[in-house]
């Protein structure tokens, strides 16, 4: 661990360390939008490409210390309404594009924020809108996020452990066919002997899947915030990275030994055959996805798009009947090709021929520099026309080490 700060913090890494997508966000750009993405909208799409859905909920109760995302802690249930109903809307419009237009969904995912914080009927109301726009009857996957119990301010989470175990078995009595449980590593306060305890917990209930997030601090976050400027607000112990690889490791073999099987860096899972994760899967395979909601991504005819990141930009834009579009980039064919290998690494193991088909790429040669660099560093176990295989300790490092097979033009520049 780092040496501490005055606040008491361990003094981390302040900044993005997860990778999300490829190129950086960072050469996103709003000049996209009329270049790029609208012709892209307007183009017929690709037959054998599938499309997703993805709703952003921005709403909680308050606000964790580490979260980075776009939330709203302040809305009355009006607002929410309004909100809802722009959402509705926003869909409406990108279902008479030509791209969009006429195609189901493959999958459905709400995320937020937390869409759990919407009450049944406005969730049922948001649901009948759009779905009498397309049916989601034959959706591979409808995934919602819920955050379980009620608040709590010592470790900066919005709920505690009854809770959790309450919401869960609730679940599990609807017959929901997957529940995933999340777990961050290297909360504010963490512990081995609490970490520990959080493992066999989760062992216990037995989900379907689990996954597992290292703490990462953007420089938007509460944490973040308080150890660059020093207030002193944020007090207690603060993972560094080695611990924080440690925990998962030790999580894993746990989850392993109760009969889970570890499917990418951050998930586990209890039957392969059953479980599965078509939203994650479609888009690290260049699925197209509408992205709706304030700050929302998408990807639509081989461009990616955000949307306004402010309540207000983007509900005004809904309101005057424009795409809330804010920014857009558009790769290029050898930049998909490293998109979809940067994050199907990810999963731990991937399959050249699939590169070679869909690219024409020969991925072993093309990156034979980066894999022998991983390979001498302990981080790869294979790499050979049959498969690319990370090692465990890759494994739980692979956001650190994906940056090696940008462009040149993409390393050390800005991610967001």
């Given at each position: 661990?780092?040496?501490?700060?005055?606040?008491?913090?361990?003094?981390?890494?302040?900044?993005?360390?997860?990778?999300?997508?490829?190129?950086?966000?960072?050469?996103?750009?709003?000049?996209?939008?009329?270049?790029?993405?609208?012709?892209?909208?307007?183009?017929?799409?690709?037959?054998?490409?599938?499309?997703?859905?993805?709703?952003?909920?921005?709403?909680?109760?308050?606000?964790?210390?580490?979260?980075?995302?776009?939330?709203?802690?302040?809305?009355?249930?009006?607002?929410?309404?309004?909100?809802?109903?722009?959402?509705?809307?926003?869909?409406?419009?990108?279902?008479?594009?030509?791209?969009?237009?006429?195609?189901?969904?493959?999958?459905?995912?709400?995320?937020?924020?937390?869409?759990?914080?919407?009450?049944?009927?406005?969730?049922?109301?948001?649901?009948?809108?759009?779905?009498?726009?397309?049916?989601?009857?034959?959706?591979?996957?409808?995934?919602?996020?819920?955050?379980?119990?009620?608040?709590?301010?010592?470790?900066?989470?919005?709920?505690?452990?009854?809770?959790?175990?309450?919401?869960?078995?609730?679940?599990?009595?609807?017959?929901?066919?997957?529940?995933?449980?999340?777990?961050?590593?290297?909360?504010?306060?963490?512990?081995?002997?609490?970490?520990?305890?959080?493992?066999?917990?989760?062992?216990?209930?037995?989900?379907?899947?689990?996954?597992?997030?290292?703490?990462?601090?953007?420089?938007?976050?509460?944490?973040?915030?308080?150890?660059?400027?020093?207030?002193?607000?944020?007090?207690?112990?603060?993972?560094?990275?080695?611990?924080?690889?440690?925990?998962?490791?030790?999580?894993?073999?746990?989850?392993?030994?109760?009969?889970?099987?570890?499917?990418?860096?951050?998930?586990?899972?209890?039957?392969?055959?059953?479980?599965t994760f078509i939203y994650r899967d479609r888009l690290w395979?260049?699925?197209?996805?509408?992205?709706?909601?304030?700050?929302?991504?998408?990807?639509?005819?081989?461009?990616?798009?955000?949307?306004?990141?402010?309540?207000?930009?983007?509900?005004?834009?809904?309101?005057?009947?424009?795409?809330?579009?804010?920014?857009?980039?558009?790769?290029?064919?050898?930049?998909?090709?490293?998109?979809?290998?940067?994050?199907?690494?990810?999963?731990?193991?991937?399959?050249?021929?699939?590169?070679?088909?869909?690219?024409?790429?020969?991925?072993?040669?093309?990156?034979?520099?980066?894999?022998?660099?991983?390979?001498?560093?302990?981080?790869?176990?294979?790499?050979?026309?049959?498969?690319?295989?990370?090692?465990?300790?890759?494994?739980?490092?692979?956001?650190?080490?994906?940056?090696?097979?940008?462009?040149?033009?993409?390393?050390?520049?800005?991610?967001?």
């Amino acid at each position: 661990m780092a040496d501490k700060s005055p606040t008491g913090l361990a003094e981390p890494d302040v900044g993005s360390y997860f990778v999300a997508t490829y190129p950086p966000f960072s050469v996103w750009s709003a000049e996209a939008v009329e270049r790029d993405a609208k012709p892209a909208l307007q183009a017929p799409p690709d037959a054998a490409t599938p499309l997703g859905l993805y709703l952003h909920i921005p709403f909680c109760r308050k606000r964790c210390h580490f979260c980075y995302f776009r939330v709203y802690t302040d809305k009355n249930a009006q607002e929410i309404g309004r909100y809802l109903d722009i959402l509705a809307k926003e869909w409406e419009m990108y279902a008479r594009q030509p791209a969009i237009a006429g195609r189901p969904p493959n999958f459905v995912y709400f995320g937020g924020g937390t869409p759990s914080f919407l009450s049944t009927p406005q969730l049922q109301g948001l649901v009948k809108r759009l779905t009498a726009v397309t049916s989601w009857n034959h959706a591979e996957e409808i995934t919602f996020e819920c955050e379980p119990g009620t608040l709590t301010e010592h470790n900066g989470r919005a709920h505690r452990s009854p809770e959790i175990e309450t919401a869960y078995r609730f679940a599990r009595s609807l017959e929901f066919p997957q529940i995933n449980i999340d777990l961050i590593a290297g909360m504010l306060g963490e512990t081995d002997e609490n970490w520990q305890r959080n493992i066999e917990k989760t062992v216990a209930l037995e989900p379907d899947s689990i996954t597992i997030y290292q703490m990462e601090l953007p420089y938007n976050t509460t944490i973040s915030k308080d150890l660059l400027q020093k207030t002193g607000q944020m007090t207690g112990s603060l993972a560094g990275w080695d611990t924080k690889r440690r925990w998962v490791e030790g999580a894993f073999a746990a989850l392993e030994r109760a009969g889970y099987h570890i499917g990418s860096a951050y998930t586990a899972v209890k039957d392969p055959r059953k479980t599965t994760f078509i939203y994650r899967d479609r888009l690290w395979q260049g699925a197209d996805m509408a992205g709706l909601g304030v700050a929302s991504f998408g990807h639509v005819n081989g461009v990616h798009i955000q949307n306004k990141d402010t309540w207000e930009s983007y509900s005004e834009a809904v309101d005057r009947g424009e795409l809330p579009l804010a920014r857009a980039y558009r790769p290029t064919a050898d930049e998909r090709m490293r998109r979809e290998l940067i994050l199907q690494l990810k999963l731990g193991r991937l399959r050249p021929a699939y590169f070679a088909d869909k690219y024409q790429v020969d991925i072993v040669r093309e990156f034979a520099a980066p894999f022998a660099s991983l390979r001498a560093e302990g981080y790869l176990t294979q790499a050979d026309p049959d498969a690319v295989a990370l090692s465990r300790d890759g494994l739980l490092r692979v956001d650190s080490l994906l940056p090696r097979f940008f462009r040149p033009e993409h390393t050390n520049i800005r991610y967001t």
